[in-house]
């Protein structure tokens, strides 16, 4: 595009501005080449004229389009420049509140002054596995994304936070930490993870401080390297630190404070431990006071404290240490307010003997007072010859104080970091780190010194580094492409790394200078001056002589050189470092005798560990006056920093750049000349200019296909390549071959091109959307306008057909009353008319003469006078008329002459003209011709006239004649006496009608009144009848509320009973879980003892062994466990560690293990007697109470019962485990003591198996005796029953257990004491069999509880005895501090004497518990022997008993063969197997048996053979076969899904055998209630002798643990392709367009990869899960279960990505969204699946969708979305809200305004806090009994399972 076309009217471009850096501008005429200005319109509607430079012609930038403001990458903007970076930050920080943006391989995080709810463990985890790209940009993206490069690509890696104080940066290196920690646990039990965690809090204490800028300013770099081991898991860490600032000890700044540390001791200095430190606040300090305020608003210093010393504690730094280093900051305390006085003469000061801080600082350190008084004020001058003493003035002291003050704690942080690492070391081989550099940004202050210079020296070598790694980079992925590319001018800040370190440089320099004898800063900036004043990065300011400027890459700063050399050199005297190494203390002496090679002033060293100082030789010609440095800090500083980017350039860098938004801390406050300031220094823009430069859009040809394929032709898409397609659509759109290039895999763009096409590709939605509204609207006006026509004709018909009806009953009823009226009239009319026509007619002729006599004679007399009239004024007119005629005339005349002299002038002028007179002649002719028709038109009408005139008046005459003759004759025939007559009638009609009036009234008043009291009655009828509606409407109302609040009352009675039945469900079946992960770590251990036979010596748990010991729920442990384990770790100790060949780190994690399980037993026996006690009172008050509070007693008896049963498992699983360790330490001492024969090792095994299977016995033997109590109880409880009501019993689906009616009878009379009613039962127990054993259960109960009570109050009782020897190890432990400390005040011979007398007393108590440690091994080898020869006697008993067993066996075989041809036909359905073919018959038809072998046969066809196995040991009646072929077979599964844990085939195949054979157990145990269904053959095949109750509730845990492990399994599965299935996919083709991406693309985005999935592969996949659980026989309500749990994943893990994505937060993925769920359904009704309330579920990921696309405007909308998202939290909406990112220039984006308006309408909700959901939760599943209506004599045995050895009966 050409320059004018991109600068046209409406374009909007950015200008500067001195305020906000850059506004936004919007062009009001289009630009023309050769313009020297821009009319421009403001945001504010302001005009303004942008001048443009003639001779540059700079242009302003271009704004990006709307659609790409927000992007989560930077290098995604089409415009890529200052202004465009600014803005797009600032929308996502100030519009989304999203601190995070991706710019390029660059996180730019911005500091938002607040905590945020987007670092927890379900967000860690929802980013881990998951690629960069795929979400949103977040710290834990670049760590992931660093862990999974280092396991991909087996590289080290490194993760460079940067930023000036106060951005965040040590945030979010520990947050970056805190992800490893979590991601990559150690392997071991030594839990290095949380040993790193745990060094933050002791680096911030001792490392970080208040500024002006940052309440927690990180004041020195560091580098943490974290390793990890071939699997990946932290086994160590190692840190660096760089530059600790040494001068904040002794001085700060207004409003600024020292190390946190010295805070933190004060704050504590009330403890009694720290009585001795004499420490008081911190205002009473000189070296914390300098600031003025000592406090931090929200932090607790005193907190903050115990934080740094549990840290230290877990570091392994023991107590006395850390009283040493108190000690030692204490004194730097002290050390500041030592007052010293300066003497007369100004040359000397002194020291008062009595300063009561000069005292504590020598206490605190040991060194004697009198030396550090006098070398405090004195120096040592050496020269070749003598040594001279000289004093010092009193700034000399001052500043040598000071030196010491910074050289002390300089150490102690270099120390302490030194011990922070050999913590933290491992001795195992470390593969590869990611190493967290935490490092200073670049800083320029008002005056700016040698830190300031050291810092930015560290920022151009990183910037360097950086600047290459991107171009690196950008090389890379060019040549990946194979497209060509020429070399990008990238800044490269060599020249001003050399003006620093390259020789002569500044730090060269700097270092002569300090070699100089009497070397000044003012000497060292004059030979910078000379040096380097031809250097283009150096320069010289104008008014100052002592102050230099290098022009760094971020910015000109000028330091002022006053200090530079003393900084540099950071002289500390070597007698006052002598006095500190003759300390009594051992640490204090330690910190400066370490290195012999080292110097008395320090630095940070590479490694953590500080310099130390030179010990002085013994011979004077080699003693130089003021010990310095051998290296100097520059020199220090410059070699670490070449060794940290060594480091840096062999691993792969992950960059972060902290952003400080302003100066104020203000939440979310963006202040742009500070962002701008931040984003040039810390390489940002560099990284955006280096991308602009080449090709900085890149877009895959499947995306830009499916972005631009508007823009395609029609007979371009028939083509199948996508490729040549965007190749022809490009070179047709883009003329200049230059903005764009073909690579490999993907399209590249020139900066601008994308802008172009999203213009294009908009006007071709604009001019497409203009002519579909304008269609759809005009069928629209159609359709309305059809429905309007058709709706009126419909009204109009029947409008008019009623209105034609009502006219013609209208009509019809009015032309009947005319007709009556007309006849009624006519005949009143006639006679009327007769009577007055007769009396007008006389009248009239009376009348009528009168007048006519009276007007002749009137008309007679006017014509006289007329006459007379006529002539006068006849006369008069014509004397008028003559007068005025005269006088006219003459008046005329003379006008006329005047006129017609004018008229004649001008008529001669016009004559001359022949127009004129042709125009004239026209004229007058047509005159004439119109005159002469005139004249024959009035001529014609006049005599038309004159005709009617005459006939007028001949008819007139005629008429008067008639008129005349007719009056005559009337007279004639008229009498006198006709007036009379004619008044009598009318005196007579109107007698009659004053008489009709009179009648008429009173009927009216009559009528009147009797419809008045008809209305009053009425009314009262009304009011009456609306009384009795409100009352019945009132009583209405009331039942309604009383059955609503009943029902409400029992609808919420009843939930909170299913409610707490499925909590109680889910916890059992936790429990169940745990049990089921104790019994696999028993087995681990045991292989684990296999493996130490094998090999002799200690080998490493594996990394699961701690996690599963941590993580049990219900331990349960005695004192006597304790013991065991404590005496193996004495016996340990007392062997020596070099000899046991142990991980003492194993131990030592063990017995503090112990102590906690003992704790969480001791709660959980207080919660166990609290809930008997309730179940105590309930039963009580049974009697009185309804059956669900009845089934609530039996449910919790029977759960606690089963607790009870898991502890106990948990106790022996405990005991073995203390049994191995003991056996594993007897191991290692009789290695060490004698190699012998491994011969006792194996005794040792063989009598742990031994004493299994006495403890399986002993269990056996419980369970009988339970049984037993049980049956016993049941009968006392029968024979106190008086009056047993038999009828009942068939009610109890679950009362009959045993074969004998006499004890189901006593049985059934147990329980009707507690219940009459029986449905509830089923229902609480899904196994139904709580019914019977419910009050035999509440006995065991009872006596179960008391022996927890007693085992309790024994506990109690040792607890109180191992307190007090707490308390005496602590009082003994102080009394050997008190020894010590007094030891340390005697003298040096009295010292050694006594330290004798203790080293002889200490082996003597070692020898007499060594003594000990021999009688209890003898104790314990004489207790093996005794069991030993127990267990050999029980052998010899079960030889002999099997012996005698294989003979009876012999006897029945012989039996059974003369008995078989009678049976062959009849077969009984029971299977016979000998004892020796059980592990056969285990392998045949567990072990080895694949599901699809047994294709085509009947479901669970194992389960079956089973349940014939054990019905014929019933039958023989042989409780031992029964057992063993049970426990063989759960173990056998067992082993079978531990092999195929990923096999869900294999898992459904033994849920569904399990299931049935627990259905079978229940259906043929006897009971009534699991009867109800059988066929009587079916009844035959019951068991009649054996209850197993027991097995069942085995089986039934079994069967939960295999549920578990198939929706594991299923999950697995499913898990990586929700993502893709559900959000990318474009299951609706062409609705969503792909958003023009950046550096980090979309993973997923492509279609040919191999982790893009569509729906319906996740249908397929879930056919596929659905079809095995069908033909395996799975029961359907289990399949319903399934099913709801997995689209409960669906919906968690969907919801969670789209609530960490921003790209698909858009309508269009909100339809997709709505069409994906709708097919979910449709298939879920498809397979019967619907009633599963899998729907329910997903109700959340709905509710999403449909926020997505409903309108985000108006308050009516903020309402429609509150009412509508009822299953979102408040912070799930407004998260989505904030992402929500329109994909066309047609959407728009949600407002601020309406977000603040959606939380405050929500603020009523008590939503949980948590995010994201919980994609890990499992409902408690539930197994209905499902009978099966085989018969087993039915069931055929196929071949193919080798079962020939089984014998049907």
Known sequence: MSVSELYGQCTRVWIPDPDEVWRSAELTKDYKEGDTSLQLRLEDETIREYPIDVQSNQLPFLRNPDILVGENDLTALSYLHEPAVLHNLKVRFLESNHIYTYCGIVLVAINPYEQLPIYGQDVIYAYSGQNMGDMDPHIFAVAEEAYKQMARDEKNQSIIVSGESGAGKTVSAKYAMRYFATVGGSASDTNIEEKVLASSPIMEAIGNAKTTRNDNSSRFGKYIQIGFDKRYHIIGANMRTYLLEKSRVVFQADDERNYHIFYQLCAAASLPEFKELALTCAEDFFYTSQGRDTCIEGVDDAEDFEKTRQAFTLLGVRESHQISIFKIIASILHLGNVEIQAERDGDSCSISPQDEHLNSFCRLLGVEHSQMEHWLCHRKLVTTSETYVKTMSLQQ???????????????????????????????????????????????????????????????????????????????????????????????????CIDLIEAKLGILDLLDEECKVPKGTDQNWAQKLYDRHSGSQHFQKPRMSNTAFIVVHFADKVEYLSDGFLEKNRDTVYEEQINILKASKFPLVADLFHDDKDSVPATTASGKGSSSKINIRSARPPLKVSNKEHKKTVGHQFRTSLHLLMETLNATTPHYVRCIKPNDEKLPFHFDPKRAVQQLRACGVLETIRISAAGYPSRWAYHDFFNRYRVLVKKRELANTDKKAICRSVLESLIKDPDKFQFGRTKIFFRAGQVAYLEKLRADKFRAATIMIQKTVRGWLQKVKYRRLKATTLTLQRYCRGLLARRLAEH???????????????????????????????????????????????????????????KHVRGWVARRRFQRLRGAAIVIQCAFRMLKAKQELKALKIEARSAEHLKRLNVGMENKVVQLQRKIDDQNKEFKTLSEQLSAVTSTHTMEVEKLKKELARYQQSQGEDGSLRLQEEVESLRAELQRAHSERKILEDAHTKEKDELRKRVADLEEENALLKDEKEQLNNQILCQAKDESAQNSAKENLMKRELEEERSRYQNLVKEYSRLEQRYDNLRDEMTIIKQTPGHRRNPSNQSSLESDSNYPSISTSEVGDTEDALQQVEDIGLEKAAMDMTVFLKLQKRVRELEQERKKLQAQLEKREQQDSRKVQVEQAKNDLDLDQDADLAYNSLKRQELESENKKLKNDLNELRKAVADQATQNNSSHSSPDSYSLLLNQLKLANEELEVRKEEVLILRTQIVSADQRRLAGKSTEPNINARTSWPNSEKHVDQEDAIEAYHGVCQTNSKTEDWGYLNEDGELGLAYQGLKQVARLLEAQLQAQSRKHEEEVEGLRAQVEALKEELDKQQQTFCQTLLLSPEAQVEFGVQQEISRLTNENLDLKELVEKLEKNERKLKKQLKIYMKKVQDLEAAQALAQSERRRHELNRQVTVQRKEKDFQGMLEYHKEDEALLIRNLVTDLKPQALAGTVPCLPAYIL????????????????????????????????????????TSFWLSNTCRLLHCLKQYSGDEGFMTQNTAKQNEHCLKNFDLTEYRQVLSDLSIQIYQQLIKIA??????????????????????????????????????????????????????????????????????QVFKQLFYMINAVTLNNLLLRKDVCSWSTGMQLRYNISQLEEWLRGRNLHQSGAVQTMEPLIQAAQLLQLKKKTPEDAEAICSLCTSLSTQQIVKILNLYTPLNEFEERVTVAFIRTIQAQLQERNDPQQLLLDFKHMFPVLFPFNPSSLTMDSIHIPAYLNLEFLNEV
Request: with cysteine.
């Open 1611 to 1680: 999950e697995g599965v499913l898990q990586p392709m929700i993502v893709s299935a559900m959000l990318e996919n474009e299951s609706i083709q062409g609705l969503s367009g792909v958003k023009p991406t950046g550096y980090r693309k979309r993973s997923s985005s492509m279609v040919d990869g191999d982790n893009s999935y569509c729906l319906e592969a996740v249908i397929r996949q879930m056919n596929s899960f659905h079809t095995v659980m069908c033909d395996q026989g799975l029961d359907p309500e289990i399949i319903l």
């Open 397 to 495: 002291v001052v500043n040598a104080r000071n030196a010491l003050a910074k050289h002390i704690y300089a150490q102690l942080f270099g120390w302490i970091v030194e011990h922070i690492n050999k913590a933290l070391h491992t001795p195992l081989k470390q593969h590869s780190f990611i190493g967290v550099l935490d490092i200073y940004g670049f800083e320029t202050f008002e005056v700016n010194s040698f830190e300031q210079f050291c810092i930015n020296y560290a920022n151009e070598k990183l910037q360097q580094q950086f600047n290459s790694h991107v171009f690196k980079l950008e090389q890379e992925e060019y040549m990946k492409e194979q497209i060509p590319w020429t070399l990008i001018d990238f800044y490269d800040n060599q020249p």
């Open 1507 to 1546: 349940y014939m196995c054990i019905r014929h040991a019933d039958y023989v009646n042989d409780d031992l076969k029964v057992h063993s072929l049970l426990t063989s077979t759960i173990n056998g599964i067992k082993k079978v899904l531990k092999k195929h844990n990923d096999d869900f085939e294999m």
């Open 811 to 869: 009509l019809r009823r009015t032309r009947a009353a005319i007709m009556l009226q007309k006849q009624y009239r006519m005949r009143r009319a006639r006679l009327a008319y007769q009577r007055v026509h007769r009396a007008t007619v006389t009248i009239q002729a009376f009348t009528r003469g009168m007048f006519v006599r009276r007007i002749y004679q009137q008309v007679l007399m006017e014509h006289k006078a007329t006459i007379l009239q």
